[in-house]
């Protein structure tokens, strides 16, 4: 009898164990984590949305304001610039008034920017139009994927993170076909909507629990925790550990950029500096600002090549998003630049065959193909998960400075390739893809040889693992 009774009190111990993983495994998707995520990420569309802007209106705009190459180089390539400026204060003012607030922040600027776009005559007021945009894109650039990274569990960080390129890339796309469509002003309307939408949404979701965490504020960071996790899910472990790693940082001083340069933070800084040089300067921007100029200069449609586009990117980002926590980061990265050589090598031979007059029609064809092939790899690894790992690598006492630091170099990237594009087209348009090529080549070994895994691990074991905070 009594072995009956172990037995069965066994068996519900097991029973009840099993209930509570699967009450845990259940809670990690709430309703609220599925809605901060969205909110947050309607800054992510933002940002594609402005990245998307400068290429289906070229034509039109020029037109109608007797813009030059320069002048329009300048109106597609001042978005960076007001990037850079925001990028350099975005950890900063993240850190001061919270994650929240900074994308209330920035949202702002990206409002007014959109208005004074619309309602310009002139190209001055479209340049500031255009900078004010960029101004807030660079602080959404680091806040989103941050604030992502922060509420959601391991499980499923990588993925949710990831969908912040989904977004930047539904922007594009959506930005691309719109633009197919309605005139340069209606678009930048529009441009206004998910700005409004966004700061709407962020009066109703919570604050990040590590940074309510980081101030001292331990009765909100518990109620947000519970709030984003469900109100039936057991916190206490999750809790203990950020609150555990929290207070073992409190005993170092706030990292500043001249701190980011220790030893101790050296393979970060590699890391996150290095996959943002080498996102940037393998071209991504200038397909992305200047496509439809490069279909026209390859003989290809540019309306039927942008369509292609979107067909292409945003399956694979979707893909992207769903195996980011099943096949890791460095896989994914390795296919991506592997794909984005292949694609800029195609776009570089197309453009020596029609050079040497040899077939010209298939040279269109094999442009095409190549965008195309670049455009789907990128948006399976290259696009996201640079951001995914900066989110991840730097300990929360350095994550403003740190994450400022990277998007500044990422930005400062993306002008110097956005502004010179069109004169690296009008120098060598062949020679411009190989040497795109030849940064996607270097990509894949830099990521084969210092890009660390962190798919399945929380944030401060991701941490501790490069050797910040041992826990």
Known sequence: MDRENDEATNLASETSLINKENQD?????????LLTTFVAVCGSFVFGSAIGYSSPVQSDLTNDLNLSVADYSLFGSILTIGAMIGAAMSGRIADLIGRRATMGFSEMFCTLGWLAIYLSKVALWLDVGRFLVGYGMGILSFVV?????????????????????????????????????????????????????????LCIIPE??????????????????????????DISSESNEIKDYTRQLTQFSEGSIVDLF???????????????????????????????????????????????????????????????????????????????CIGCLLVGLSF???????????????????????????????????WVIMSEIFPIDIKGSAGSLVTVVSWVGSWIISFTF?????????????????????????????????????????????????L
């Open 25 to 33: 495994s259940s809670a990690t998707t709430t309703t609220t984590l």
């Open 145 to 201: 994927p941050v604030y992502i990274a922060e509420i959601t569990p391991k499980n499923l960080r990588g993925g949710f993170t990831t969908v912040h390129q989904l977004m930047i890339c539904l922007g594009v796309s959506a930005t691309y076909l719109l633009g197919s469509f309605v005139g340069w002003r209606i678009l930048a309307f529009i441009g206004m909507v998910p700005c409004v939408v966004q700061m709407m949404g």
């Open 208 to 233: 990040s629990p590590r940074w309510l965490a980081k101030v001292g504020r331990w009765e909100e960071f518990e109620i947000a925790l519970q709030r984003l996790r469900g109100e039936s899910t």
């Open 262 to 340: 220790q030893a101790q933070y050296t393979k970060s800084l590699i890391v996150g500096v290095g996959l943002m040089i080498l996102q940037q300067f393998g071209g991504v921007n200038g397909i992305a600002f200047y496509a439809s100029s490069i279909f026209v200069s390859a003989g290809f449609s540019s309306k039927i090549g942008m369509i292609a586009m979107v067909f292409v990117q945003i399956p694979m980002t979707t893909l992207g998003v769903l195996l980011m926590d099943k096949s890791g980061r460095r896989p994914l990265l390795l296919i991506s630049a592997s794909g984005t």
């Open 352 to 386: 020596s065959l029609q050079f040497g007059r040899l077939l010209n029609e298939e040279a269109s064809y094999i442009a095409l193909a190549g965008i195309l092939v670049y455009t789907g790899s990128f948006s399976l690894g290259m696009g996201g998960i640079p």
């Open 422 to 470: 069109n004169f690296l087209m009008n120098w060598n348009p062949a020679g411009t893809f190989y040497v795109f090529a030849t940064v996607c080549g270097v990509t894949v070994i830099f990521v084969a040889k210092l890009i660390p895994e962190t798919r399945g691990r929380t944030l401060e074991e991701i941490q501790s693992s490069i050797g910040y905070v041992a």
